[in-house]
């Protein structure tokens, strides 16, 4: 039982850099989120997808950019990294996005920028 | 503007007393709220959740209470036990249709139960 999968675990990128985090999930959920945790912070919703091809963004979309070609896939892509995006990224999914249906974590990308 | 407030950052209990943690919001908008688990180096984990037409939901150990008027909600774990240390996240979804289930979180307190 996967759940939802995220690669890799840890990263350090340089300023400029740019990278794709991972994300795939196995419950055939529909609804995808991205979210970011800083250090003493909740977490931060960055894009959200409600289907294969429907994406939008959330609360802090600037500097990333996400698809969703697939039900299992929803990556997370950062074009220019930034010492501000250094963060633990979380992916999570939902069967749907009603009531009180929970939302289901991978384990994080631990990903720094120096 | 922090829509979601966990204002104690950690509590520290003794194995087999009780563990209360607090959460209040500001919007009135929000219909379900959420308690997630976090330990080290995981991602959170579902706990318990409850309507806002509620005012009690118990899971086992697991109690959560929302006071409406007040905008507060609380999480009640008894017995602790020191496998409950860990994150506690408060998070509350916005009703409607156009809220595709987005939640918006707390900042967290860190719950240490001492054997």
């Known amino acids: 039982n996967a759940g939802v999968t995220q690669t890799p675990k840890f990263r350090i990128l340089k300023i400029g850099q740019s990278m794709t985090l991972q994300c795939t999930q196995d419950?055939?959920?529909?609804?995808m989120y991205w979210y970011r945790q800083d250090p003493g912070m909740g977490l931060k919703l960055i894009y959200y997808?409600?289907?294969?091809?429907?994406?939008d963004k959330g609360e802090v979309p600037n500097g990333y950019n996400v698809s969703r070609s697939t039900t299992e896939d929803f990556p997370l892509r950062l074009e220019l990294a930034a010492p501000s995006q250094t963060s633990v990224y979380f992916c999570?999914?939902?069967?749907?996005?009603?009531?009180?249906?929970?939302?289901?974590f991978g384990d994080g990308t631990r990903l720094s920028i120096l | 503007d922090q829509q979601v407030k966990q204002n104690s950052p950690s509590l520290s209990v003794q194995e087999g007393r009780i563990s209360i943690l607090n959460c209040d919001y500001t919007n009135s908008m929000f219909d379900y709220f959420l308690w997630y688990k976090k330990y080290p180096a995981e991602g959170p984990t579902f706990l318990i959740s409850?309507?806002?037409?509620?005012d009690k939901n118990e899971d086992g150990r697991f109690t959560v209470f929302l006071n409406k008027s007040a905008k507060h909600l609380s999480l009640h774990i008894v017995p602790s036990q020191p496998g409950d240390s860990a994150v506690y996240f408060c998070a509350a979804k916005e009703a409607g249709g156009t809220s595709y289930g987005k939640l918006t979180f707390g900042q967290g307190t860190i719950l240490t139960v001492h054997p």
């Open positions: 999570a999914s939902s069967y749907s996005g009603s009531g009180g249906q929970p939302q289901h």
């Open positions: 997808s409600v289907g294969a091809g429907i994406t």
């Open positions: 409850i309507s806002s037409i509620k």
């Open positions: 419950m055939n959920h529909n609804y």
